[in-house]
């Protein structure tokens, strides 16, 4: 399981010119599943994303976590994370879990970490999704378990 994250100002999500994401403060996490994942990886992988600290202290220092700087999750499923890019010019996905695998390992990953009392915010699984945000830094890390 893969999670992109991003430290954004803002971000949204838009499915046919309506916007059904949206946050403030937080994190944009872009969500990969794969075929070897189970509830085991995504609570561990909900947890590190949660817990990771990359928000700045009073230093300057990224010593906080999202939920130490009362920001927000967006999560939104991207199944190109799962892609194997390591031969020739075209994306494998055979890495990548089912559409219903990753569909309710995707949904589990979003209530787990609203139950941790984090505001948590989605896209649409498996719709064509328009993306926008304002990246705070840049600070993009790749998360995986």
């Known amino acids: 399981?893969?999670?992109?994250?991003?430290?954004?100002?803002?971000?949204?999500?838009?499915?046919d010119n309506a916007v059904v994401g949206k946050i403030d403060q937080g994190l944009l996490v872009l969500l990969g599943v794969e075929r070897e994942d189970d509830a085991d990886k995504m609570s561990k992988l909900a947890?590190?994303?949660?817990?990771?600290?990359v928000f700045?202290?009073?230093?300057?220092?990224m010593?906080?976590?999202v939920s130490q700087v009362s920001g927000k999750?967006?999560?939104?499923?991207q199944f190109t994370l799962a892609a194997d890019t390591g031969r020739g010019l075209?994306?494998?996905?055979?890495?990548?879990a089912t559409p219903?695998?990753?569909?309710?390992?995707?949904?589990?990953?979003?209530?787990?970490?609203?139950?941790?009392?984090?505001?948590?915010?989605?896209?649409?699984?498996g719709a064509d999704m328009q993306v926008e945000l304002i990246?705070?830094?840049?600070?993009?890390?790749?998360l995986q378990v």
């Open 135 to 142: 990246n705070d830094g840049p600070v993009t890390f790749n």
């Open 73 to 77: 999750l967006l999560v939104v499923s």
């Open 63 to 65: 010593n906080l976590n």
């Open 100 to 125: 219903e695998q990753a569909k309710q390992l995707y949904l589990d990953f979003v209530n787990f970490c609203r139950q941790q009392g984090i505001e948590t915010q989605t896209g649409q699984f």
């Open 56 to 61: 700045s202290d009073e230093n300057g220092k």
């Open 1 to 15: 399981m893969i999670a992109l994250i991003q430290r954004v100002k803002r971000a949204s999500v838009t499915v």
């Open 90 to 96: 075209r994306p494998s996905f055979s890495c990548a």
């Open 47 to 53: 947890t590190k994303v949660m817990k990771y600290r």
